[in-house]
């Protein structure tokens, strides 16, 4: 089991434009707005604390996520990009944990197993960031050392995580993922069709009488 504690900034701010005109946060996968399973999918797993920020829509997504034990802020700023929801949530977080996960709302695909994979890594890396990558493309979600936390508030709004990346490259371990759900986000309607179609053929594999070797 790993060892370093972890809390999470989950990123449910945007405004999804390339979805069309509907909040893809919202849209229901399997029984549940995308937003609230991704929120569930961290619950479970068991994080020290969990920061959700909102700001397109906020009280709609807010709304969706009202009965779990996760801590709702609103970005105001949200409009300026997405390195002002990562300054927005870290600033939320109230727990001195080793180790900060910022994660996408749309990883629609990301399981437990996923997260675990990379728990396991961040506590054995001797690097301060951890970024999966899947078939040489940079997925999310990321891994921060506590301790970026404060560079990032000191930076304000301008840092956030691809210019800490880009700064600090020496720091960075590159976790090799065995999947895709690192890479495979939520973007068009063509996602949301394809991954509908994957979804379903997993539960049909799921059904079958005999478990598969790996």
Excluded: W
Excluded at 120 to 135: G, K, M, R
Excluded at 170 to 191: C, G, R
């Amino acid at each position: 089991m790993p060892s370093k504690r972890l809390s999470c900034v989950l990123l449910a701010a945007g405004l999804s434009s390339r979805m069309g005109e509907q909040n893809k946060l919202l849209i229901n996968i399997e029984g549940q707005p995308l937003v609230r399973r991704t929120a569930q999918l961290l619950v479970d797993y068991g994080l020290d604390e969990i920061v959700v920020v909102v700001g397109h829509e906020a009280t709609l997504v807010a709304s969706e996520l009202s009965d779990l034990p996760v801590t709702l802020v609103e970005n105001h700023d949200y409009h300026e990009g997405q390195m002002t929801s990562v300054y927005t949530g870290l600033k939320a977080l109230t727990k001195n944990t080793d180790g900060i996960i910022i994660c996408l709302s749309d990883l629609v695909l990301l399981e437990k197993s996923d997260l675990h994979a990379m728990h396991l890594a961040f506590d054995e890396c001797t690097t301060s960031i951890l970024v999966p990558q899947y078939l040489g493309e940079r997925g999310n979600p990321i891994i921060l050392d506590h301790s970026h936390r404060q560079a990032i508030l000191d930076g304000e709004k301008n840092l956030g995580c691809r210019k800490l990346i880009q700064k600090q490259p020496q720091e960075v371990t590159v976790f090799e993922a065995q999947n895709d759900h690192v890479t495979f986000d939520l973007d068009t309607p063509e996602a949301l069709q394809n991954v509908r179609q994957r979804l379903q053929h997993r539960d049909s594999d799921t059904k079958q009488p005999c478990d598969r070797i790996a």
